[in-house]
């Protein structure tokens, strides 16, 4: 496990910013311990330090994965979100949007977010803003781009997309060999 390079630290952090802003520090210096930020293989992982320090007695061959994947680095230096950290981003998430039941089924299987399957949004969402889906049950179903602001989102027609899937929880049975 390396540390990030700084061009990679400064694409993780925007792509982050994207969907929690400036709480990103919250999840670095939690109240149960430092946590940081480790890549092996194009991946990015979340984990304490203490088990951090626990894992570098092992060889490095041995270890597949250590803490809580993030996302990937695609080839091209671009960051691509996994949905394995919604669990870790969801608390901090400064732009929500939660979808009626009935269009739960539809994002859980990669489609986006239409006007009519939208319940709420916050207030001051823009265009192209990252989102936390969630249920109408405040229960965290996935990663989204709003397609349109607030206002926009309100007075649009009700077949128009207002959030563009990103990862959803649907991707644990979809892109299972994926994941790890």
Not at 58 to 87: E, Q, V
Not at 93 to 118: C, D, R, T
Not at 119 to 139: A, C, K, L, N, P
Request: net charge positive.
């Amino acid at each position: 496990m390396k540390q990030l390079t700084d061009d990679r630290m400064k694409v993780f952090f925007e792509k982050l910013s994207k969907y929690i802003g400036s709480n990103i520090k919250l999840l670095i210096d939690r109240s149960d311990g430092k946590y940081c930020f480790r890549e092996k293989k194009d991946r990015v992982y979340y984990v304490s330090e203490k088990v951090l320090n626990m894992g570098s007695m092992m060889n490095p061959d041995n270890i597949i994965s250590i803490g809580t994947c993030f996302g990937k680095f695609t080839k091209s230096g671009k960051f691509r979100i996994h949905i394995t950290s919604l669990d870790y981003l969801a608390p901090y998430a400064q732009h929500k949007m939660w979808i009626k039941p009935a269009a739960e089924q539809q994002f859980l299987y990669g489609h986006n977010v239409l006007k009519s399957g939208l319940g709420r949004i916050t207030e001051s969402t823009t265009q192209y803003q990252g989102v936390i889906v969630f249920s109408m049950s405040d229960v965290p179903l996935g990663f989204g781009v709003a397609a349109k602001n607030t206002t926009e989102c309100k007075h649009t027609d009700p077949l128009s997309v207002v959030c563009f899937n990103q990862a959803d929880i649907g991707e644990f049975i979809r892109c299972e060999d994926d994941l790890i």
